[in-house]
C-alpha cells in the first residue's frame, strides 16, 4: 500500500492489481466503477503526496484529487463520455475499508465520504475550469476542439507548428493562468515524495508538561507576559519598551543582557529577542502606544504544555530577531535568506534519530543545502570559507535558543560509528547499506556530500571531516522528548508519515500488522505489538484476531500482503515465540502456505523436513505470489510467459496440489493457459515479444 518513490515498477504491479481488485469487488456490489479514474486516484496518492500511502484518504486528498489532480492530469476529449470522479473514489474508499486495505490512522469512513460529497458540487466546474488544466492538457483539448485528430502524431505536429506561429486560436487567459500556476510552483507534480520517519516513543502528555513548565524560555515568556497584564505598559513611538521598563524586566526575567550604559531597548538582545518572540507567539501585543497582554492567550499560559508549543511553533518566525542584522550597514548570513526552510531540514534531521547528531556532519549537511541553494561566485576560497562560518555562527545561535526552549538537548561524545560510514568523496560510490528505516533526511545527509562538481575537493573534505569526527569528542546534539514531539506534530500537519508507538493500540488486527509491516522497524513493532497485546488483555485472544485478520486477507487474494502481515507478526511476537507460532499454523487448513513459506524463509524449516504435500503447498504459493507481484491479471500472464516453458510442470503441481486459495489457482490455471497460448502464436508468428496489457480495461489513457 505503499511503494517508493521512483519505483515505477513496483507501483504500478501494485495499482494493477488493487484496480484488478477493485473492479470485480465493485462488479459483486453492483456498484459502478471507472477504472481510469481509479488509477488516476491512486497515481494522485503516488505521486503527488508528501507519504504516498494509498490506503490513506484525508479530506484535504480528497478535495486536492478532485478539485485540482484531476482537473490538471486527465484529458477528456470533446465528444467522449465523462469520467465520474466522486463516484469513483466513493467506490475506492469503500472497497479499502471492506478489504481492510485501509489505514488504520485515517479518518473513519463516513468522514472521507462527506468530504467526498462536499467536492463532488464543485467538481464538474473544476474539471471545466481551463485554468486549472496542464499544459498539455490544454493544448490536447485545444486541438481536438479545433477539429484535430490528438491520436494521429503528425496531425498534431501540424497543429503545434501553426500554433507556434500564431495561426491558432486558443484561450489565452486560461494559458496565462496555467503558465503562471507553473512558473510559481503551484502544480501537482512528481517529486514530493518525503520518506517516511522512524517510529518514536513519546511519554505521555502529563510528563511532557511538567519538562515545558521547567523550560527557561516557557518562565520568560509567561512572566513578560504577566509583566504587561491586562491594562498594559507604555512603549515609545517606536513600539519600544522605555528603558526604565527594560532594566526592570532584565532582572524580572533574568535574561543577562548587559544594562550599564544602554540608551535604548532595542540594544537588548536577549529582551528583544523574547518581546518579538511573545508577540509571535501571540501571548502579547501593542496597540495605542501600550503593550497589552492577549486576552485570549491565558488558557495557553495556564498549560504549560501549550505555550512550549506556541513558544516553538512561532520561532519559525523569528528570523529578524533571531539572526538579523540591527540596521543595513551588515549583511546577514547565507541561513537568513533560507532560515525557516533550513530549520525545518535541521529538525527533520535530527528527528527519530537513534543517536545523537555530531555538530560536524550536522554542519557540512547544512553547507550542502547552501551551494544547492546559492550560486557562489568564483571569490576565494577563504571569502568562502568566511561566508560559511557566518552561517554557522547564526545556526550555532538558533540551537543556543533550541536548548532554551528545552527541543534541543547537546553534550560531548565520540559519533556514533554510522556517521562514519558513508564515502563521501567518490561521486560513483554510493556508500555502505545503511541502517534499515535510517530517517531519510540522515540517509541523504551520509550519502550526498560527495556531490561535488570537484571529486579531489570532495576527498578532502571528507578526508577532514573523518578526522574532525574521529580525533575525540564532538559535539552531539539530539531532539529531546518534547522536541520530538513537537516536529512530529509539524510532520503530520505537512501530510508527511511520522509513526508513534502506541498509536494503533485501537486499530483492528488487520490495519495494526499492515502498519507494522509497511513502517515499523523491528524494535519499535515488538512494542507497537505489546501495547495492542496488553490492550485486549488475553494474549490468545489477541493471537486468534491477528491470525484471523491475517486468514482474511489471504482469503481476499492478497497473498502478499497476507504474507507480509504473517511474517511481521511472528517477528514482533512476544518472548520470541514467533518460531512456535508458525509451527503451529503450518496444519492450519488456510494458513499453512504462507507459514510454511515463513519458515522456509527463515531456514528454519529444510526441504527434507517437508512432506510432499507441503513442497506442493509452497510451491503453489511461491506462484500465485508471483502473479500478485506481477500487477494482477495482465502483469502475471507476462510474468508466467517471462518463466518459460519450464514453469508448466510448476504450475501443473501447483493445480493439482491442495493448496486453500482455490479462486487463485483458478486464475492461475487460465493466466498459464493464456500466456503459453500467447506464447505458441508468437514463435509462429517469428514475434519475439509484445507490449504488456494492464488487464483493467477502461479508457485510453490520457496524461
Not at 491520436?151 to 507548428?161: E, V
Not at 563521501?424 to 547499506?433: I, V
Not at 550526498?448 to 564532538?474: F, I, K, N, S, Y
Request: charged share 30%.
Amino acid at each position: 500500500m505503499r511503494c517508493e518513490a521512483g519505483a515505477e515498477d513496483e507501483f504500478e504491479a501494485a495499482c494493477g492489481l488493487l484496480v484488478d481488485r477493485l473492479v470485480r469487488w465493485a462488479g459483486d456490489q453492483g456498484t459502478p466503477v471507472d477504472a481510469f479514474m481509479a488509477e488516476a486516484a491512486l497515481d494522485y496518492r503516488h505521486r503527488a503526496t508528501a507519504d504516498g500511502r494509498l490506503g490513506l484518504w484525508e479530506p484535504r486528498h480528497v478535495e486536492e484529487l478532485l478539485l485540482h489532480w484531476l482537473p490538471q492530469q486527465v484529458t477528456e476529449l470533446p465528444g467522449e463520455e465523462r469520467g465520474d470522479g466522486p463516484g469513483t473514489l466513493r467506490t475506492l474508499l469503500l472497497f479499502l475499508h471492506a478489504a481492510q486495505l485501509a489505514d488504520p490512522r485515517g479518518p473513519a469512513i463516513g468522514e472521507s465520504l462527506g468530504a467526498v460529497a462536499t467536492a463532488e458540487e464543485r467538481y464538474p466546474a473544476a474539471m471545466a475550469d481551463r485554468t486549472r488544466w496542464g499544459l498539455a492538457k490544454f493544448w490536447a483539448v485545444t486541438a481536438a476542439e479545433q477539429g484535430v485528430d490528438v491520436m494521429d502524431g503528425a496531425a498534431l505536429q501540424r497543429f503545434a507548428d501553426r500554433a507556434q506561429r500564431g495561426e491558432v486560436a486558443y484561450d489565452q487567459r486560461a494559458l496565462d493562468a496555467i503558465m503562471d500556476r507553473r512558473l510559481n510552483g503551484r502544480v501537482l507534480a512528481d517529486g514530493v515524495r518525503a520518506e517516511p520517519q522512524l517510529p518514536v516513543v513519546l511519554p505521555p502528555d502529563g510528563e511532557l508538561r511538567l519538562r515545558a513548565e521547567a523550560s527557561t524560555t516557557v518562565a520568560q515568556l509567561r512572566g513578560l507576559a504577566e509583566w504587561a497584564g491586562r491594562e498594559g505598559r507604555v512603549v515609545t513611538a517606536a513600539g519600544l519598551l522605555r528603558m526604565a521598563d527594560a532594566r526592570e524586566l532584565v532582572g524580572v526575567l533574568g535574561t543577562g543582557d548587559r544594562t550599564e550604559g544602554v540608551r535604548s531597548s532595542a540594544d537588548l538582545p536577549r529582551l528583544g529577542l523574547l518581546v518579538e518572540w511573545a508577540k509571535k507567539a501571540r501571548l502579547i501585543r501593542v496597540a495605542k502606544g501600550r503593550l497589552y497582554a492577549v486576552a485570549k492567550a491565558r488558557p495557553v499560559l495556564a498549560d504549560p504544555l501549550q505555550l512550549w508549543s506556541r513558544a516553538f511553533d512561532a520561532l519559525f518566525e523569528l528570523r529578524q530577531a533571531l539572526i538579523g542584522t540591527p540596521s543595513g550597514w551588515h549583511v546577514e548570513s547565507m541561513l537568513f535568506d533560507i532560515y525557516d526552510e533550513m530549520l525545518e531540514d535541521v529538525l527533520n534531521t535530527l528527528y527519530s534519530l537513534p543517536y545523537p547528531m555530531p555538530w560536524p556532519r550536522l554542519r557540512d549537511s547544512v553547507h550542502l543545502g547552501y551551494r544547492a541553494r546559492f550560486q557562489l561566485d568564483g571569490g576565494s576560497d577563504l571569502r568562502h570559507r568566511m561566508w560559511f562560518e557566518h552561517a554557522d555562527r547564526d545556526l550555532r545561535s538558533v540551537l543556543d535558543v533550541l536548548v532554551d526552549l528545552g527541543a534541543v538537548e547537546r553534550e560531548q561524545g565520540m559519533a556514533d560509528p554510522v556517521f562514519l560510514e558513508a564515502d563521501l568523496s567518490d561521486p560513483e560510490d554510493s556508500g555502505p547499506e545503511l541502517p534499515a528505516g535510517m530517517p531519510q533526511e540522515l540517509a541523504e545527509l551520509l550519502g550526498a556530500v560527495g556531490a561535488a562538481a570537484d571529486p579531489a575537493q570532495a576527498r578532502e573534505r571528507d578526508r577532514r571531516l573523518r578526522e574532525e569526527l574521529t580525533a575525540g569528542p564532538v559535539e552531539l546534539i539530539r531532539l529531546t522528548e518534547l522536541g520530538t514531539r513537537a516536529v512530529r506534530r509539524r510532520l503530520l500537519a505537512a501530510g508527511r508519515d511520522a509513526p508513534l508507538v502506541g498509536e494503533l493500540v485501537q486499530a483492528p488486527a488487520a490495519g495494526l500488522l499492515g502498519v507494522l509491516a509497511e513502517d515499523y522497524d523491528p524494535d519499535a513493532a515488538r512494542a507497537e505489538l505489546a501495547d495492542w497485546i496488553s490492550a485486549r488483555g488475553e494474549r490468545d485472544a489477541a493471537l486468534r484476531q491477528l491470525t484471523d485478520a491475517v486468514r482474511a486477507m489471504a482469503g481476499a487474494s492478497f497473498r502478499t500482503r497476507a504474507q507480509a502481515m504473517l511474517d511481521v507478526l511472528a517477528a514482533a511476537w512476544p518472548d520470541g515465540e514467533g518460531e512456535r507460532l508458525l509451527r503451529a499454523l503450518r496444519g492450519d487448513a488456510v494458513l499453512a502456505p504462507l507459514a510454511l513459506s515463513a519458515l522456509a524463509h527463515r531456514e528454519l524449516l529444510s526441504p527434507e523436513d517437508m512432506t510432499d504435500a507441503e513442497h506442493l503447498l509452497v510451491l503453489a504459493e511461491s506462484l500465485l505470489q508471483l502473479v500478485e507481484l506481477a500487477g494482477g491479471a495482465g502483469g502475471g500472464e507476462e510474468a508466467l510467459r517471462a518463466q518459460g516453458a519450464e514453469a508448466r510442470g510448476a504450475v501443473a503441481a501447483a493445480l493439482d496440489s491442495a493448496h486453500p486459495d482455490r479462486a487463485g489457482l483458478a486464475e492461475l490455471r487460465h493466466l498459464a493457459a493464456r500466456a503459453w497460448r500467447t506464447s505458441a502464436v508468437l514463435r509462429h508468428r517469428g514475434v519475439r515479444g509484445r507490449g504488456r496489457s494492464t488487464g483493467r480495461g477502461g479508457r485510453k489513457r490520457r496524461r
